[in-house]
């Protein structure tokens, strides 16, 4: 799904929740669920879609109804690191879509 179809996909009640996913360098990707699947979502050329900071998502984000949720995903390490015990595979946080100001 591209950028510019979020929006009419909320409002049509086809997505469940949007999640803003941090990935390595500091930047995120914007992922939606559609049917219980996760979407990446893709710029205009239809590439992965990356954000610096949940503000520039919310800005991104700015037509998109709050009817839904969205998260603030932060992939864990603890299969990578050695001694650790398994542990959650990410921690999520639910966040306002849209900035208070």
Known sequence: MKV?????SVKAGQV??????????GS???HATV???SERVLNADGDTLHVASVDQARKLL???PD???LYLVQPAVY???VGLDSGPTDS?????LHSSH
Do not use: H
């Open 79 to 81: 299969d990578e690191m």
């Open 35 to 37: 049917g219980g699947t």
């Open 67 to 69: 009817t839904v949720p």
């Open 92 to 96: 999520r946080e639910q966040i306002p």
């Open 28 to 30: 995120y990707t914007l």
């Open 4 to 8: 510019n179809e979020v929006a009419g």
């Open 62 to 64: 700015v037509d998109v």
């Open 16 to 25: 469940e929740e949007l999640r803003l996913v941090s990935v390595e360098g």
